[in-house]
C-alpha cells in the first residue's frame, strides 16, 4: 500500500510559477511510475505529465510541453511537477498517482494507476 500526500498548490497570477510536491509513504516508492493529473470544474480529469520509476523516461500532454517538468527524488519518496508560465486554462486540482508497473514505462490512462492522492487545487488568475 502507498499513500500520496500533494502539497504546494495555492493562488498564482498568468506567468507565475509554483511547484507541486507528492510525498509517498512506504519503502517501495522506486517501484512505482509515477503521474499527475488535474481536474477542472466540468472537466474530465486528463493527464498532464508522468515519469518512469528511474526518472529517465518523461511524459507530457501537449499544453503543458516547455512550461512544465515532471522530477523525482526515489531517496526522498517525492515526486515534483515544477509549473512555469501559468496560464488560467491551467487551474484545476491537481492529483498525483502511482503506476505499478505492469508493461507500460509511463502510462497516460489515469485507469492504470494504482494509487492517488488527495489532490492539491492550483488556481491562476488572468
Known amino acids: 500500500q502507498v499513500q500520496l500526500v500533494e502539497s504546494g498548490g495555492g493562488l498564482v497570477q498568468a506567468g507565475g510559477s509554483l511547484r507541486l510536491s507528492c510525498a509517498a509513504s512506504g519503502r517501495t516508492f522506486s517501484s512505482y511510475a509515477m503521474g499527475w493529473f488535474r481536474q477542472a470544474p466540468g472537466k474530465e480529469r486528463e493527464f498532464v505529465a508522468g515519469i518512469s520509476r528511474s526518472g529517465r523516461t518523461t511524459n507530457y500532454i501537449d499544453s503543458v510541453k516547455g512550461r512544465f517538468t515532471i522530477s523525482r527524488d526515489n531517496a526522498k519518496n517525492t515526486v515534483y511537477l515544477q509549473m512555469n508560465s501559468l496560464k488560467p486554462e491551467d487551474t484545476a486540482v491537481y492529483y498525483c498517482?502511482?503506476?505499478?508497473?505492469?508493461?507500460?514505462?509511463?502510462?497516460?490512462?489515469?485507469?492504470?494507476?494504482?494509487?492517488w492522492g488527495q489532490g492539491t487545487q492550483v488556481t491562476v488568475s488572468s
Open positions: 498517482a502511482g503506476y505499478r508497473p505492469l508493461g507500460k514505462l509511463v502510462p497516460t490512462d489515469g485507469h492504470e494507476y494504482d494509487y
